[in-house]
């Protein structure tokens, strides 16, 4: 079974839409990311958590919002999708003091 | 200017050559230095992982640091069609919250 695990692997859907992306890891680890990787613009942190009690803002965090549900579980919903969030989608994992990051095999999103 | 800049290639070579992939950086602070492979439809994957300035080889690969310069590279010996993929620097420093990416250079090594 994979360490870090995303669901959907693929989705397509409409403007306006509501969708959350979710994450679960069986690493055991403290640190959630949530990372939206562009053509061009390599991965750019979106969110990031470090315990179930914190969260906070990566670099383009504006129009997304996240959850942590439990040490193993963080989701990303997108409120009201856009064109322009259409990307692929990684949640990462990683422990305090341990600067890698462990990655999803990514949520693939389009937006139309 | 980005914090981070790599060359997105393409890069292609024929199997056995030396491949040498680089990114600069303009934050001196950076200490933390990684490499992460990534596959098609797969996310990244670390391969390697060296703290300040130097060299890390494992295998048929060899990481190095140039502080001074602000430059990074991956050297891999023997380049096998399996080697393949994006290839994405990504560094950090002492208290940062997360790491900054390069965009990736994409290899390809030909049989």
């Known amino acids: 079974d994979a360490d870090v695990t995303q669901t959907p692997r693929n989705r397509i859907t409409k403007t306006g839409k509501r969708i959350m992306l979710e994450c679960s890891q069986t690493?055991?680890?403290?640190?959630m990311y949530w990372y939206r990787q562009d053509p061009g613009l390599g991965l750019r942190l979106i969110y990031y958590?470090?315990?179930?009690?914190?969260?906070n803002k990566g670099e383009i965090s504006d129009g997304y919002s996240v959850s942590r549900q439990a040490q193993a579980k963080f989701s990303l919903s997108l409120e009201s999708a856009i064109p322009n969030q259409t990307a692929l989608y990684f949640c990462?994992?990683?422990?305090?003091?341990?600067?890698?990051?462990?990655f999803g095999d990514g949520t693939r999103l389009s937006i139309l | 200017q980005k914090e981070v800049e790599q060359d997105p290639g393409p890069l292609s070579v024929p199997e056995g050559a030396i491949v040498s992939l680089n990114c600069t950086y303009s934050?001196?602070?950076?200490?933390?230095f990684m490499w992460y492979r990534q596959y098609s439809r797969k996310g990244p994957e670390l391969l390697m992982y060296?703290?300040?300035?130097g060299n890390k080889e494992d295998g048929r690969f060899t990481a190095q640091v140039d502080k001074s310069s602000k430059y990074i590279s991956l050297f891999i010996r023997d380049s096998q069609p399996s080697d393949s993929a994006t290839y994405l620097c990504?560094?950090?420093?002492?208290?940062?919250?997360?790491?900054?990416f390069g965009t990736g250079t994409r290899l390809t090594v030909i049989p």
């Open positions: 990462a994992t990683g422990s305090a003091g341990e600067q890698p990051q462990h």
């Open positions: 690493k055991g680890h403290d640190r």
């Open positions: 958590s470090f315990d179930v009690k914190d969260i």
């Open positions: 934050n001196s602070a950076f200490q933390y």
């Open positions: 060296t703290y300040s300035s």
């Open positions: 990504a560094m950090s420093r002492t208290g940062a919250n997360n790491l900054f």
